[in-house]
């Protein structure tokens, strides 16, 4: 592999600068000093070991800063893979269940610090088919059904909501700041794409059942409670393709 095939232009040409500024003011550091030396002793052989000492440093001190700062962007490039598989779901590339949980905490306890309106919409997409597409088809149609609806439901939500895979065979949805209407507009969105996707193995279709659920909040609340409620909607009167989606509206405190 390549320089180029490693790392990226933007991060070469900054290597380079970094690498080319820190050799030159060393250099610069070596003749001020080879400068002072000369007035004090002002002795030709001086400057010239000292000239000399100077441009092997510069040749010395380029690499080595091209290397440590290489090893810094790679380094950083690693973390971030690390911190972005730690938060999102190997399969959708969805957050994952801690991470939502952690970012619907968050939004509910900024909103409470000032003093505002805490409220949003969580919906529950639940696939009803998941286990039996996995037994007739094998697992790799699993994903590629939990693939194709993460990208249905997140080019169908607004601008800043949120989608996360909660368990094998479900997927949530976070509006801060929803409406009912909101969420009847993204959930109406959600059913029909779903309905309009094509899924077939060697031709023959594939059946691809959903369920949604919703859960509404005013106030100030906790993920858990917010999930279980979209969940129990979901599962007791989300399978209707028909009707409005489903939702429990949580007290306001």
């Not at 050799?23 to 400068?35: D, M």
């Not at 594939?206 to 999930?227: C, K, Q, Y």
Request: with cysteine; net charge neutral.
């Amino acid at each position: 592999m390549n320089l180029g095939q490693r790392y990226s232009s933007a991060t070469i040409v900054s290597a380079l600068r970094i690498a080319t500024l820190g050799a030159v003011c060393f250099a610069a550091g070596s003749v001020g000093v080879l400068l002072i030396l000369n007035l004090l002793v002002p002795d030709r052989p001086i400057l010239v070991g000292f000239v000399g000492a100077s441009v092997i440093s510069l040749f010395v001190a380029f690499p080595l800063l091209l290397i440590l700062r290489f090893n810094v962007a790679e380094l950083k490039k690693l973390q971030e893979a690390v911190n972005y598989t730690a938060r999102h779901d190997a399969v959708t590339k969805t957050l994952n269940g801690t991470a939502f949980a952690a970012a619907v905490e968050h939004y509910i306890d900024r909103r409470k610090r000032i003093a505002t309106d805490a409220g949003g919409v969580m919906i529950a997409v639940v696939v009803d088919t998941l286990d039996e597409i996995s037994r007739r088809y094998g697992p790799q149609w699993a994903d590629t059904v939990m693939q194709s609806l993460a990208a249905i439901i997140q080019s169908s939500v607004r601008k800043g909501d949120l989608v996360a895979r909660l368990a094998t065979n479900e997927l949530g949805v976070f509006l801060p700041g929803a409406t009912v209407e909101n969420a009847q507009d993204v959930g109406t969105r959600i059913r029909r794409r779903v309905a309009e996707a094509s899924f077939s193995d060697e031709g023959t279709p594939m059946s691809i059942g959903i369920r949604l659920g919703g859960a509404v909040f005013e106030g100030p609340t906790d993920f858990n409670h917010i999930r279980q409620l979209a969940d129990e909607m979901a599962m007791q009167r989300g399978g209707d393709s028909d009707e409005a989606i489903p939702m429990s509206r949580l007290p306001a405190a």
